[in-house]
């Protein structure tokens, strides 16, 4: 069942085409990497999905509802967290929760426990001072409570961990992690080694228009790369392996580095064994044998190209 | 319902912690107590400066002619500077979106602003007035005013008038200067209306200009009643005026 749908969206503003038919789904309970670089169209695809920009044309459809422009339904089942949130700097984080929560028409009683629990959940429990004194990842992870506290069935989070320090990042992605079992989860991120780290599913977007789309897996198996390679224990081993006569038609590179040789090819099935039965037949063991993956960073570039 | 009262609740809060009501309670008590101060003294004043002027005795009505001139201008523009980012903070600062977000109805945000902003400015107005009332019965009887109610009111009148201003143009400009402006604007505009006596009793800046006229029957009532009418129309359509176009803006 997906919980987001996007078919054939475009957004236009002024001369510069901001979404260029856009279409794609979002999966019941994954975590959804959105990436695209800064202006890529992110923000606005976000902003349309919450009715806050009204789309020029395509549908948008959230648990198969359909999203419209200014006060919409489908927004009681979204959380949301903006890019950079802005709160009220003189109430006090459980305050805020409390105006939220009687804003969506819970009552006291599940306002003060699910705050507690949310603040828990974020870190933020035992502080007390104004949110005008918080940092940026306080503040983050405060977005983050108030995006959960009706307990949306779709949780948007924009750019969560773009401005914020290593630990900030790690906290903010570990929350993520958390929430995954109750709620789906679409961020936008341009750092690409955070969507590796926590994403099931991604899209990325560039000027608009969607060019990669799918789980991590599929899309590191249809770009898989065929290189290999091989590290010794010795550079004895190593310069032997390279210049053995059964080996010479394969094109290799040494490492500069370390003991390692990467070798390109075009059947890598075939050429893996051929090399093992070498390096066998000659005791030259190796420490270190790897397919190499294409990076995620790799696959976005190429992409992009 | 819920979320207007909640919604309210949050609006008083951040005038309180932001010091506005404190500032607008102590601007308005020294308003109220320097009118009748001033219109007792400025004759003594006066002669100590030596300068024979030959005034006559103060009275009560000094004291509220006072009052008219004080709220009417340097009070009104305390006011307009107090509520001028009603609209236009939340929207520069885009705090307005998680609650947005969250479902409420964006009617509810501007009716919700307007009604604590209006609650505001009649204590203060009150407050002004009554210590201005206590201080002018310590000094003189109370006499000579008539059309009491229609003279204080349409003041007020005029404050709201101004408030529904800044609301529409925080929610037009998304900023604080251009509520300010439209205010300056409008107030520009009236007072070269203010220029034609045949066009005086239809400006609502009447209300806030020529109160002792109204208070001391210098003037038949009549005068003003066209004026009061506008007033009350321009702010019902200025605040409609904001409903919709902020039920139409982009966030």
Not at chain 1, 224 to 241: C, I, L
Not at chain 2, 112 to 138: D, E, N, R
Not at chain 2, 165 to 172: E, M, P
Request: with cysteine; aromatic share 8%; hydrophobic share 45%.
């Amino acid at each position: 069942m997906d919980i987001l749908q996007i078919h054939h969206l475009s957004k236009r503003f002024g001369s510069t085409q901001a979404i260029d038919d856009l279409s794609f789904n979002v999966p019941e309970g994954c975590i959804f990497g959105f990436i695209g670089q800064n202006g890529a169209g992110k923000t606005t695809t976000m902003k349309l999905v919450l009715g806050l920009l009204k789309a020029d044309q395509g549908s948008i459809l959230v648990n198969s509802e359909k999203v419209s422009f200014g006060e919409t339904k489908t927004n009681q089942m979204i959380g949301y967290l903006p890019d950079v949130p802005e709160f009220y700097n003189y109430l006090r984080p459980k305050e805020y929760l409390k105006l939220c929560g009687e804003i969506t028409g819970l009552d006291k009683v599940t306002i003060e426990q699910r705050s507690n629990e949310l603040l828990t959940l974020v870190g933020l429990q035992n502080v007390k001072k104004k949110i005008g004194a918080f940092s940026r990842g306080m503040k983050q992870r405060l977005g983050i409570a108030q995006a959960l506290l009706n307990e949306p069935k779709l949780l948007i989070c924009d750019e969560p961990t773009s401005a914020l320090d290593p630990i900030g990042r790690k906290e903010i992605l570990d929350i993520l992690q958390r929430v995954k079992d109750r709620t789906t989860v679409i961020f936008s991120t341009h750092i690409l080694s955070d969507v590796e780290r926590i994403c099931d599913r991604v899209a990325v977007i560039n000027q608009g228009k969607l060019i990669l789309n799918g789980t991590l897996a599929e899309i590191k198996a249809k770009h898989k790369s065929n290189t290999f390679s091989v590290e010794f224990s010795s550079s004895d081993d190593k310069t032997a392996f390279m210049s053995s006569p059964d080996l010479k038609q394969l094109s290799m590179n040494q490492h500069e580095s370390n003991l390692g040789v990467t070798i390109h090819c075009d059947d890598i099935d075939k050429t893996e064994a051929l090399c093992m039965e070498v390096m066998v037949r000659n005791n030259w063991m190796p420490t270190k044998f790897e397919i190499n993956e294409p990076t995620i960073e790799s696959l976005f570039l190429e992409a992009l190209r | 319902m819920k979320a207007f009262v909640a919604f309210s609740k949050k609006e008083f809060i951040e005038y309180l912690r932001t010091y506005k009501i404190m500032i607008l309670g102590v601007v308005f008590l020294l308003f109220g107590m320097m009118n009748p101060v001033l219109a007792k003294f400025t004759p003594e004043i006066i002669k100590a400066a030596g300068i024979d002027l030959n005034l006559p005795e103060p009275s009560a009505l000094d004291s509220w002619a006072q009052f008219f001139k004080n709220v009417g201008q340097m009070g009104m523009l305390v006011m307009v500077v107090i509520f001028s980012g009603i609209m236009a903070n939340e929207l520069a600062k885009g705090t307005l979106i998680n609650i947005l977000t969250k479902g409420l109805k964006r009617r509810t945000v501007i009716l919700s602003k307007f009604f604590v902003a209006s609650i505001l400015w009649t204590l203060s107005y009150l407050f002004c007035l009554l210590i201005t009332y206590f201080y002018t019965l310590v000094f003189w009887k109370m006499s000579g005013m008539h059309n009491v109610f229609l003279s204080f009111i349409s003041m007020w009148l005029y404050g709201e008038f101004l408030i529904t201003t800044l609301i529409l143009g925080g929610v037009l400009f998304k900023n604080n200067i251009g509520s300010l402006l439209l205010v300056g604007g409008l107030t520009v505009i009236m007072t070269i209306i203010s220029i034609f006596p045949q066009l005086q009793k239809y400006n609502p800046m009447t209300l806030s200009s020529d109160n002792m006229s109204m208070l001391t029957a210098t003037k038949e009532l009549s005068a003003f009643i066209p004026a009061l009418i506008i007033c009350c129309i321009l702010t019902v359509l200025l605040l409609i005026g904001s409903i919709i176009l902020f039920d139409r803006k982009q966030v």
